[in-house]
């Protein structure tokens, strides 16, 4: 209640627009920490089975690359999981501490935080401190205007009890399992609680330089109450890509 | 409850990805560290540096093999992933012994994977799912 006061306070004398104040009339019941479910084992999170179980998403399918992108999406997966068998796994940006960005960054590899407040929701994953702002009933910002970011530009409006987000300007290089996109993509989100404990995120991504059809597929998270998102700085990176092989290597001494 | 994977099936899941990362790390890949073996190593820490991406302990131990001291590099998870295992930010200083279970780098170099830790008072932790449990004794 207090904060639509100070919404309509605010309305009042110019601050604010009508359409940020409708879509910010109530807080919808995201706020707080979430973790990725089903649960990923120890340390992830914080190991506690939701009251209601609910039945796991699907993996994440095969990005539907057009040709020869496809083709060659899967002879890098195949040379990858090779490398790694040897003992000598491939160059990751995540070896050389650059955040995932979107969508991988939804995953929630560690813990997230969503923050609700008038006109943006907020949300924070605790793997390299990332940040996305999701503008409320703001104008979408076109791809030609849209700087490539790690987290691209996201606005969101709340349809019923789904927020759904839209997202542009995710820079080439933040590739999600590789996968190779336009500066044209998109990526929509519809997140909605299944219940109280369980919110659930369909992503869809649609690129017509890249893709055959939409790309989709759900992720959920559970509700962590209380916990308190911890800090994340690479400070101490000791891998590094061995100068001869390619691969990620360990610093020894 | 925590799933714990038969011990039979270990093998299968590591070659397949399923704990030794894939998409769902957060910085790098567990391979270069030879997920088929365990050693078990008593030291002394020369070191214990709590950061991310990854908390490092040194530690001078004999080797399983030849006896022969060597200093060695213990790569733990990320703070975040100790923290919630158990562990805190200032249980262990230069001078402590430790018991260590490692799976030790492919290349023969002196580093290797925690598997589990025990401190000089008993106390036993884990290094969270993606480094995997420990399967010796």
């Not at chain 2, 990854?54 to 004999?62: F, G, N």
């Not at chain 2, 170099?109 to 010796?136: C, H, M, V, W, Y």
Request: proline fraction near 8%; include cysteine; glycine fraction near 8%.
């Amino acid at each position: 209640m207090w904060l639509r006061l100070t919404l309509v306070t605010l309305l009042a004398a110019g601050a604010v627009s009508e359409s940020v104040l409708a879509q910010s009339s109530a807080v919808r019941g995201i706020n707080g920490s979430w973790e990725a479910y089903p649960l990923r084992g120890e340390g992830f999170g914080s190991g506690v089975q939701p009251k209601t179980p609910v039945k796991a998403p699907t993996p994440v399918p095969e990005p539907p690359l057009k040709q020869p992108y496809l083709d060659e999406w899967r002879s890098l997966q195949a040379r990858n999981a090779e490398l790694t068998k040897k003992g000598l796994p491939p160059l990751s940006t995540g070896m050389a501490c650059i955040p995932e960005g979107m969508p991988a960054m939804m995953q929630a590899t560690f813990p997230m935080e969503i923050l609700e407040t008038p006109g943006q929701v907020t949300i924070i994953q605790e793997a390299f401190t990332q940040v996305r702002r999701v503008h409320l009933g703001a104008k979408p910002v076109a791809p030609e205007d849209a700087e490539p970011r790690f987290a691209g530009h996201s606005t969101g409006r709340w349809d019923g009890s789904t927020l759904v987000v839209e997202t542009v300007g995710i820079k080439e290089s933040v590739r999600f399992r590789n996968t190779p996109h336009s500066t044209n993509m998109r990526v929509t989100e519809r997140m909605r609680l299944v219940n109280d404990e369980i919110l659930e995120n369909v992503v869809t991504i649609v690129d017509a330089e890249y893709l055959t059809k939409p790309w989709t597929w759900t992720w959920m998270y559970k509700r962590w109450p209380g916990y308190r998102i911890e800090e994340y700085v690479c400070e101490d990176n000791r891998y590094y890509e061995d100068p001869a092989q390619r691969y990620q290597r360990l610093k020894v001494n | 409850m925590i799933y714990t994977p038969p011990m039979k099936i270990l093998p299968t899941l590591f070659a397949i990805g399923v704990l030794s990362g894939g998409p769902a790390l957060a910085h790098h890949s567990f391979a270069p560290y030879d997920s088929t073996l365990q050693i078990k190593m008593s030291g002394v820490v020369t070191g214990f540096k709590w950061a991310n991406p990854h908390v490092y302990i040194e530690l001078d131990a004999a080797d399983a093999k030849t006896g022969e001291k060597r200093h060695w590099l213990v790569e733990c998870a990320s703070t975040s992933i100790l923290n919630r295992t158990g562990w805190k930010f200032n249980m262990l200083k230069p001078g402590d012994r430790i018991t260590v279970i490692v799976s030790p780098l492919r290349n023969g170099e002196p580093a290797a994977l925690l598997k589990q830790i025990t401190l000089a008072d008993g106390r036993k932790f884990s290094n969270g799912a993606a480094a995997g449990r420990a399967t010796i004794e």
